[in-house]
């Protein structure tokens, strides 16, 4: 009795501090992971269709094609690409859960919480982010089988390469989230941005040689950016640029790739965190 | 200490033309069970939602546990526990994961933790389907786990919205039987919302509204008091002509209600064998009943609160049918 009589005044006496607020980042972060690690089929599910491109679609089109670079086939340039896409559509789907939680009810549990919003908006992106990095990570796994070598340092250079791109994405979903209210349009919307940022990033393709209308609209896309880095950390930076992004005549690097996403997440972060505390 | 543990004053809440929520004030003492009486629309859940920091107020002010509602919302939020009309669980995580998660964001330290997490699982008869993901609980055992949820973190203050809307009548006195047992056990102010008229009977105090506006505010008891006389509920081929002698004969205006009409008298069970034995009109079905909230409702507003309870009830049991199907 005196235990509890205690934790309830010195708790409602200190308000929302930065602590509580990092142990609510922790809980929503948590509770996205417990919900992956329940779900089995959405683990499997969630990795097979980027395993189809590669092992099909891409082994499929480099029996007719080329290198494209030296010991660089169209399976070997696809992967890259691929991870970056799984990633991509991963954390997409950290707004699908936020509206799913407004549809069944359980957003209003975390809205009342003493908790800031803010709080909420950032555990939530991570919780989705990390999910995506891990699937990522499943997918790299794969990498001997189409003849990638990866060292112990090419993983971890690639971590935050994949967190930070995870992390962008995911901020987004959530902000959308917070403004479409009804699953089916979100499900819409979501198909309508994802597909032709996958398509316009050079998952698929080197970005060379482009016809000036698609350059354009690939070089808006800061997918671009996520894709480029993570490529020239697996394959190696290419002599002739192919795996890099020239803007305006100039060839960037994989940090300055990196400060554009990097610019454009934090953005989106500031943006979601926002626009959730604004709900009611 | 304050005399209260809730005050509100003068509370407007417009939304656009619609003044949901329209100069309200009242006051509630720590340890009442206080209830919020009226029909759907009326400016219930509005207010519950100002209370709790989810929506703010277009004008006055609400103080909880010493807290402004509007400045110091985390305060607030930590004071109170709610249970909401519609469930707010997390379907794909266990009892005891929901339970963790609540604990977690109120901020429970892990050494009162466990402990009170297995404490209000038992009072709730949960504990032995604490690890059964929530999706498996039946209606009833979702809201007795949104109730064990709603009191973990020992609020000072807990809002019901509706709980009991859509249960059978069984699980609804079951709950009840918790919500009283908690409030001898903890103190726990309890602050609750309903249309059922019976529900609010177990209230010390209740407030009826009535489109936005406080219409009455009393004991049950002293509420049922406005309607001091019995109740005679009558249908006749020719109500009109039945109104028309009921003023003549007894020199009592009945009311239209539905299709059958309505009166008071002194005492009932005298009345009525007189009354169907001397009537003109013919009678084709009567009923004799004593005051009830729902008679105080009818009196107050001229309308009947359990036609339009009826057809949120449908609503509700839909919408669930309608999401469990969708799943």
């Known amino acids: 009795m005196k235990l509890r009589q205690s934790f309830v005044n010195t708790i409602v006496a200190r308000g929302t501090s930065a602590m509580n607020n990092l142990r609510g980042v922790h809980t929503l972060w948590y509770r996205d992971i417990l919900i992956f690690g329940r779900d089995k089929v959405h683990i499997i599910s969630s990795i097979t269709l980027p395993l189809l491109f590669v092992f099909v679609f891409g082994i499929g089109l480099s029996a007719r094609m080329d290198f494209l670079a030296p010991g660089i086939d169209f399976t070997q340039f696809l992967f890259p690409g691929i991870i970056g896409m799984t990633i991509l559509m991963s954390s997409f789907t950290a707004g699908v859960s936020v509206v799913w939680d407004r549809e069944v009810g359980f957003l209003r549990e975390v809205l009342v919480a003493p908790i800031s919003r803010a709080s909420v908006a950032m555990g939530k992106t991570l919780g989705t982010a990390t999910i995506a990095v891990i699937q990522g990570i499943i997918i790299l796994l794969f990498a001997p089988l189409v003849g990638i070598s990866l060292s112990a340092w090419t993983v971890l250079a690639l971590l935050p390469l994949m967190l930070l791109l995870a992390v962008s994405m995911s901020s987004l979903g959530i902000l959308l989230a917070t403004r479409i209210r009804s699953l089916e349009a979100f499900h819409g919307l979501m198909s309508l941005l994802m597909f032709p940022m996958v398509f316009l990033s050079g998952v698929f393709f080197p970005l060379q040689g482009l016809p000036a209308w698609m350059d354009v609209l690939v070089k808006l896309n800061p997918v671009t950016y996520g894709i480029a880095p993570i490529r020239q950390v697996i394959l190696g930076a290419s002599p002739d640029s192919l795996f890099s992004i020239s803007l305006l005549g100039h060839t960037m690097s994989l940090w300055e790739d990196v400060a554009v996403l990097a610019l454009f997440a934090a953005a989106m972060i500031l943006l979601a965190m926002w626009s959730f505390g604004k709900q009611e | ?327």
């Open chain 2, 1 to 327: 200490m304050t005399d209260y543990i809730i005050k509100v004053e003068n509370l407007v809440k417009r939304f656009g033309k619609l003044v949901a929520v329209d100069d309200i004030s009242f006051s509630v003492a720590p340890g009442e069970i206080f209830g919020f009486l009226g029909p759907n629309g009326a400016g219930k859940t509005t207010t519950i939602n100002i209370l709790c920091t989810l929506s703010k107020p277009t004008s006055g002010r609400a103080i909880v546990n010493g807290f402004d509602v509007v400045r110091q919302q985390s305060q607030v939020r930590q004071s109170i526990g709610l249970v909401f009309q519609d469930p707010s669980l997390d379907v794909r995580l266990s009892g005891l994961q929901n339970l963790h998660f609540h604990a977690s964001v109120y901020h429970m330290p892990a050494s009162i933790r466990d402990q009170r997490i297995e404490q209000v699982l038992r009072i709730m008869e949960l504990w032995d389907r604490r690890n059964s993901e929530v999706r498996t609980y039946s209606g009833g055992m979702k809201r007795r786990l949104e109730l064990a949820r709603g009191l973990l973190h020992y609020p000072k203050v807990l809002f019901l919205d509706e709980p009991t809307l859509g249960l059978d009548p069984q699980t609804r006195s079951h709950i009840w039987e918790y919500i009283h047992d908690l409030r001898q056990r903890e103190g726990t102010t309890i602050f609750l919302t309903t249309h059922y008229m019976d529900e609010a009977e177990n209230a010390d105090r209740i407030a009826i509204i009535d489109y936005g506006k406080l219409i009455a505010m009393d004991t049950p008891d002293r509420l049922k008091n406005i309607v001091s006389k019995d109740i005679i509920s009558v249908k006749t081929d020719d109500n009109d002509r039945a109104v028309e002698e009921i003023r003549l004969r007894y020199r009592i205006e009945a009311t239209r209600d539905g299709d059958g009409l309505t009166f008071e008298v002194a005492n009932g069970e005298e009345f009525l064998p007189t009354f169907v034995r001397e009537f003109g009109t013919k009678i084709l079905s009567i009923s004799l009943h004593q005051p009830s909230l729902d008679d105080v409702f009818l009196k107050l507003t001229g309308r009947e609160i359990r036609q339009e309870a009826a057809i949120d009830e449908i609503k509700t049991i839909v919408r669930q049918y309608d999401r469990r199907t969708r799943h």
